[in-house]
Structure formats: C-alpha cells, structure tokens
C-alpha cells in the first residue's frame, strides 16, 4: 500500500514518468518494463473509462510503475471511481477555485480529512488486504498513501495555489504549463517571464508546504531543467508521442545508413 512516489520523493530522488494515451494492457506494461517510475492513465482526454482504467492500472503494477489517474472532472463519481479501482494517485484538471479543492479532499480521503465512501473494492483487496483488518488504520494509511494532486492550469488555481496547496487532504500540485500558457494569454509561449514566474510561484508554493511538485515536460532537455529546478516528479510526453519518435528515429537512421552505401 505504501506509495512508491512518496519513498523516491522522500530520497530525494527525480520521479520520471509519462502519460498513457494508447491504451491497451500491453502498452501500459511496456512502460513499467521501460523503468518508469509512474505512468498517468489520461482519462480527460484519453479515451479510457473505468473498465479500461483498472486494466491500465493492474498492468502497470505488475511491472512495478506506480499507476496515476487523470479524472476527467472534478465530480465524486470521477474521484470516487478511479480510488476503488486501485489508483494510487488522482490529477485533477480543470481546477477553477478554493471550494473545488474543499469537495475533491472530500471525496478523495477517508474520515476524518474527508468523506469518501468505503466498500470492499479492489483498492483494499475486497476488504481481504492485510491493512483493511482494522478499518480506522486503514484509513489513515489510504489518506497519507494515495495522492490528490490538483493541476494548476487556470488563473483562478494560480491566483489561490498557496492556500490550495497548504490544504490537508492535498498533496501535492501538477502544473499544467501548456494551458497555464494559454490562461496567462501566451499559447504556447513556454519561455515567457510570466509564465516562468507563475510555475516558480507553484513550486515555492509547494515547497512551503512541503507538498509533491510535478509539472509536464515535452523532452527530456525540458525535463532535465525541471528537475534541476527543483521539482520532484516530472511526467515527460506520453507514449504515443514516444511511439511516433521512436518510430521517426528508427526511419531516420535506417535512411541514413542505406545512404552511406
């Protein structure tokens, strides 16, 4: 039940891990034989539900990558769902103000930070898990070892990112640089100084919490720089895009080579 996550942040150790768009049990393996320390099941904009969530999130665990969620809104059902299923983590998108925050620590920890609904659910091996015996000490354990991490990709979650990631039931923030970039009315514009000094903002924010610090990257050069920069995980691409750059890169080489000839 410990989370794989917390121990490598704890280390001080980079957590690197990508999104899963493809779908399939195979593809999610794949990543967890690759190394990575986590995979984020993209529900908002995959096209995955429940059902293909749980396979996703088995795979990935058989081959010891720490499974994720991203919900696809900010409703119970949405939190509720993916816990049971066996997520060792939410990112919630799309998150707009303080009260939506208030709900999501409400549907997504146990008594007595929050409400969510208890049932004998994949999540604690139908109640047959070691740690589901003593169902208070359960609790606690599930509220310190699965992670809500609401994304800062609006100006209302910027505007309000101390006081949201000072919560208890939070822990941690995922930032969302692409549509911060767009809220802020730079699209795409990643090294513009608002911008940079709006993900250094969530990131002290976090660090004054002591809260967990993930942001998205497009590269590893990008990736590299946020983790010199002082953030804890960062989830890099995601598999279709390393598919497709694999692929180019095989294309390339073979071309090249064929050349020489």
């Known amino acids: 039940m410990n989370n794989r996550i917390r121990g490598q942040v704890r280390e001080g150790r980079p957590v690197l891990g990508t999104f899963y768009e493809l779908g399939g049990i195979a593809a999610a393996e794949c990543l967890g034989i690759a190394g990575l320390d986590f995979m984020i099941v993209d529900t908002e904009h995959g096209p995955y539900d429940v059902e293909s969530a749980l396979s996703a999130i088995t795979a990935a665990e058989h081959r010891g990558c720490t499974p994720l969620v991203r919900v696809k809104d900010v409703s119970r059902a949405s939190v509720l769902k993916m816990l049971d299923v066996g997520a060792k983590g939410l990112i919630v998108p799309d998150v707009q103000t303080v009260e939506e925050v208030e ?50 990709e609006t100006l209302g979650a910027l505007e309000h990112i101390e006081e949201i990631a000072g919560m208890d039931g939070v822990d941690g923030i995922f930032v969302g640089p692409y549509d911060l970039s767009v809220a802020l009315g730079k699209p795409a514009q990643m090294d513009d100084p608002r911008l940079v000094r709006s993900i ?28 010199r920069q002082g953030f804890d995980c960062v989830a890099c691409g995601m598999d279709s895009i390393l598919l497709i750059q694999a692929a180019k890169t095989l294309k390339a080489d073979v071309e090249g080579l064929l050349k020489q000839e």
């Open 103 to 152: 709900k999501l620590v409400e549907y997504a920890k146990y008594y007595p930070l929050g409400r969510r609904g208890f049932a004998p659910t994949l999540a604690s091996g139908y109640g047959f898990d070691r740690e589901a015996g003593d169902v208070e000490a359960f609790f606690g354990l599930c509220n310190r070892e699965t992670l809500l991490i609401p994304q800062c």
């Open 200 to 227: 250094e903002r969530v990131l002290a924010a976090c660090r004054a919490h002591g809260k967990i610090s993930m942001i998205y990257a497009g590269d590893a050069a990008k990736t590299v720089g946020f983790f």
